[in-house]
């Protein structure tokens, strides 16, 4: 997955403008604007590198000759203590972007970190881990970006790229028949069909109406292994809610083909990276 740069040029723009309002009063009025300095990046923990060139690009859009040795790239396995990074330019600009560029870089590493580690879960398994759109407003390229980086798949983007069915869609469309009916009667023929069912009887209903995904919510396994054996492959199979580190594997050993996690995006822990000044 690439990430658009004007898009991330804005957001590191619109972060900046919201922590310097006009002035930085300690930087401003503490720091010479001739002082030259350096920084490092540091790991504070083990786990998944992403965003280091988001976070650089900080730097750079405050001081464009600024300059950064990069040790570690997106993807790298981190352990405690690994230096990521050097930067050097003005003390001023290593000051007033530090903590917007440690926002971004800490928490695209919590995502890919969370992300990798229900990857590893499930190794040997039919299925793969993919996102939500439980993603934080503004974020969802970088945090969706974290997710591949980690080792999972994107679902959709946003409401324009699949017709999702759920369960209030359902209702209000008159049931499922009638729903997806009338859904393909207006559908380019690009466009794929993803239906949410709560039990096997709105599976087979389901499957009656040819959909192309079926997301099993909230199943039990059992069911779940009942759903892949009726499915047959007509369908892809998608569990999805209240699944957690310690149900992952079980919930991947029922045959379906994806697991999609909203935690991985919107509940995963900062990872723990410092950029400390070089004295």
């Known amino acids: 997955m690439m990430l658009n740069q004007i898009y991330v040029d804005n957001l590191i723009k619109n972060a900046l403008l919201e922590d310097i309002n006009y002035v930085d009063v300690a930087t401003d009025y503490l720091i010479p604007e001739e002082q030259e300095g350096s920084a490092q990046f540091i790991a504070k923990a083990d786990g998944v590198l992403c965003g280091i060139d988001i976070a650089l690009r900080v730097f750079e859009i405050l001081q464009p000759d600024f300059k950064a040795e990069v040790f570690k790239k997106d993807g790298d396995l981190l352990k405690k203590g690994d230096i990521i990074a050097k930067i050097s330019g003005k003390t001023k600009t290593i000051l007033k ?31 793969t881990i993919a996102d939500t759109r439980k993603t934080l407003p503004g974020l969802r390229p970088v ?28 209702d209000a469309g008159g049931g499922i028949t009638n729903a997806v009916k009338a859904l393909k009667s207006k559908l380019g023929h690009t466009v794929k069909i993803e239906l949410e069912v709560r039990n096997l009887q709105e599976l087979q209903e389901a499957l009656d109406a040819q959909v192309d995904i079926i997301m099993l919510d909230n199943m039990s396994c059992e069911d779940m292994k009942k759903a892949v054996e009726i499915t047959s492959g007509r369908a892809k199979l998608e569990a999805s809610g209240g699944i957690t580190d310690e149900t992952l594997y079980d919930v991947a050993n029922t045959g379906v083909d994806i697991i999609s996690m909203g935690a991985i995006t919107h509940s995963v822990k900062a990872f723990d990276i410092s950029l400390k000044i070089i004295k």
């Open 97 to 127: 972007g530090e903590r917007t560029a440690l926002n971004l870089i800490q928490h695209m590493s919590g995502v890919a970190t969370a992300t990798n580690k229900a990857v590893k879960i499930i190794e040997g398994t039919n299925a």
């Open 143 to 170: 945090e969706k970006y974290a997710v591949t980086v980690g080792g999972g798949k994107n679902h959709r983007y946003n409401l324009s790229d699949c017709a999702m069915l759920k369960d209030n869609h359902v």
